[in-house]
């Protein structure tokens, strides 16, 4: 039974750059979490996906985007980089609303 | 906006003390769910309390839900070096939305 998995593990992006990254939830899950955690800090809920629609968001601008496909896997899009992007990208599964929520192992994000 | 606060920041302890961490929301929740995240790792679920005034023990560690159901604690008793890594509280708002406001986290380092 595979866990939350997240890809890439590492990346390295410019400024004003574009970036996308992939989650898969855990096996049964059909319900997924995108957060932000910037070093030091609390994950910080950036959107929620349920049914292929974003059902929940948090206070993220629109540069922030995401796509759930009907397999339940996710993508989270990021557009015109900052610096202040840079941070673990951490993507939870669960099953329904709410329900307790498996992490993956993240996706580091180094914006130069 | 609604904030999760936990305290303290950072605790040091001799191996073999105890150790607390305190969660306050600035607002009611609806139920409330603690992880840990070891250093370079993601959060861990560890459990998730719901009823008013509900205490619930995982071996060591003990887990309560305040009565107002806006504060919630974590207990560890006679801590182990592989207690090491960062305590977080999530709280679900009541608000009609299900997102978890993640609270800001105590870092715990053990000393043997």
């Known amino acids: 039974d595979a866990g939350v998995t997240q890809s890439p593990t590492h990346l390295i992006k410019t400024r004003g750059q574009q970036v996308t990254l992939r989650c898969s939830p855990k096996?049964?899950?059909?319900?997924v979490s995108w957060y932000q955690q910037a070093l030091g800090q609390g994950p910080q809920f950036i959107f929620q996906?349920?049914?292929?629609?974003?059902?929940q968001r948090g206070n993220f601008p629109d540069r922030f985007s995401g796509h759930q496909f009907p397999n339940y896997s996710s993508e989270l899009n990021v557009n015109a980089l900052l610096l202040g992007d840079s941070a673990l990208y951490l993507c939870?599964?669960?099953?329904?609303?709410?329900?307790?929520?498996?992490f993956g192992p993240g996706t580091r994000l180094t914006v130069l | 906006g609604q904030q999760v606060m936990q305290i303290p920041q950072y605790q040091h302890v001799q191996e073999g003390e105890d150790f607390t961490t305190y969660c306050n929301s600035s607002t009611t929740l609806s139920n409330i769910q603690w992880y840990k995240q070891r250093p370079g790792g993601h959060p861990v679920f560890l459990i998730q309390?719901?009823?008013?005034?509900e205490v619930k023990k995982q071996k060591r560690l003990t887990f309560q839900f305040g009565e107002a159901k806006k504060n919630s604690s974590l207990h560890i008793t006679a801590t182990q070096t592989t207690d090491v890594g960062t305590y977080f509280c999530a709280g679900l708002t009541t608000s009609g939305t299900y997102k978890y406001i993640f609270g800001t986290g105590t870092r715990l380092k053990v000393l043997a």
């Open positions: 309390l719901v009823k008013s005034g």
């Open positions: 939870a599964s669960s099953l329904g609303l709410p329900g307790t929520q498996y």
């Open positions: 996906y349920y049914e292929e629609e974003e059902r």
């Open positions: 096996s049964g899950h059909d319900t």
